[in-house]
DNA sequence: CGATCGGTTGAATATATTCAAGCAATGTGG
DNA sequence: CCACATTGCTTGAATATATTCAACCGATCG
């Protein structure tokens, strides 16, 4: 159903704002008056349930749009891991612009793959596979170009757990393992950059 | 955004045609030409991989909308797990009628909050809490009305463990403990009568 | 410099998987 | 109608895997 013209309503949108690292965009449980596409950066969405366990809902990136609503309230915090910008959208706006709503559709059912390969990686049996996965679908957007990739990851190990429902130890064992293996460096602890990606792929279980 | 008028749209739509225990109602890969609003009845959807490995999307029942795609193709396989009744929605029909559209937009995003619930549960650490977020997902829509619960399980035991990510012995292992315990009846394999729902709300950890 | 924080690593424990056997229900052929 | 085979489910025992708890390390900060 490919009836949407993003050049169009892109152009019809207001410029965009600016947003720093650890930036708060919305609040799980406030008013959703706004969603906005992303135009630069990494967003990370999560939830918080009662007894404290946290859920890592998603992580998000250029011509994502989030803060996406059928009701009143937003069901996640999002928060910057880079700087970036971000178009907002407002709620009158939507509700005007037939082709925005189609472009609103469209990345709702994005999403819905995207949440749908996530569950995907976490019936996963081995911890192996949930991270290698992990790691492609951070490489995915950037993926196109240059042969080697550089990895925006999450500010702590603990999201990257949460993300995946295992512990942060595991995590960190993992990762080592890959790098043992030379499949993955890490430059730093902010960031990765994918070797192999054969390999990579192989222990995702592709 | 409550934007919809679900009883106008549905006063415009054909009449529902019935579908029978185990029919296919699309196929993976097929053009999706039409979509199809549950009246009644229980489906599952699955994807096949390379490799042969298989994931249930999800289960479905009244007044889901199933066969959602942006593009071309299916991107998953639907079955009936009951006989049911089913309402087609054309792509023609969808792209006349603006009313239709916001509620197809709806409900992606149920789906896509579903999706994110299902996460929740795959993120579980033991099977215990994911078996009884299983059977409580099952029973929320029937669950208003009477106090004892009747759920229609998935065709066998591997559907569960495909759905939940673990294995089938494990799905019957904790199937049996909360038995035991007590919490739960099974009049027969495909049906299951949830006796203590605080107790199985415990199990899944809320 | 000492304290703190996140990350890593190690050892013991808990948990789920795997493999294998047994069971109950269903279906088939004599 | 009764063996017999088949299928899906359950149960048990051994194994593999991840978690938990604890110690350690390196970087950052007061």
Redesign the pocket.
């Known amino acids: 159903m490919a009836y949407l013209d993003y050049a169009e309503t892109v152009q019809t949108q207001a410029t965009p704002i600016v947003k720093l690292l650890d930036a708060v965009l919305y609040h799980q449980g406030d008013d959703a008056t706004m969603a906005y596409r992303i135009k630069s950066g990494v967003v990370m969405a999560y939830q918080i349930y009662s007894g404290g366990t946290r859920q890592i809902t998603g992580f998000f990136q250029q011509d994502d749009i989030i803060g996406l609503e059928v009701d009143g309230a937003y069901a996640d915090t999002a928060v910057m891991l880079s700087d970036g910008r971000l178009q907002p959208i407002s709620r009158r706006q939507f509700m005007q612009d037939p082709h925005l709503q189609n472009e609103l559709y469209a990345n709702a059912c994005e999403q819905l793959r995207s949440a749908q390969s996530l569950v995907l990686s976490l019936t996963r049996?081995?911890?192996?596979a949930k991270v290698a996965e992990f790691l492609l679908h951070l490489a995915r957007p950037r993926r196109c170009g240059k042969g080697r990739d550089l990895i925006v990851l999450p500010?702590?190990?603990?999201d990257i757990a949460d993300y995946l429902?295992?512990?942060?130890?595991?995590?960190?064992?993992r990762?080592?393992a890959f790098k043992r293996q030379g499949i993955v460096e890490?430059p730093d602890?902010r960031s990765a950059h994918i070797i192999d990606f054969p390999a990579l792929e192989a222990r995702a279980g592709h």
């Open positions: 049996k081995c911890s192996d500010k702590c190990r603990q429902g295992v512990s942060s130890e595991t995590v960190s064992r990762l080592a890490f602890r």
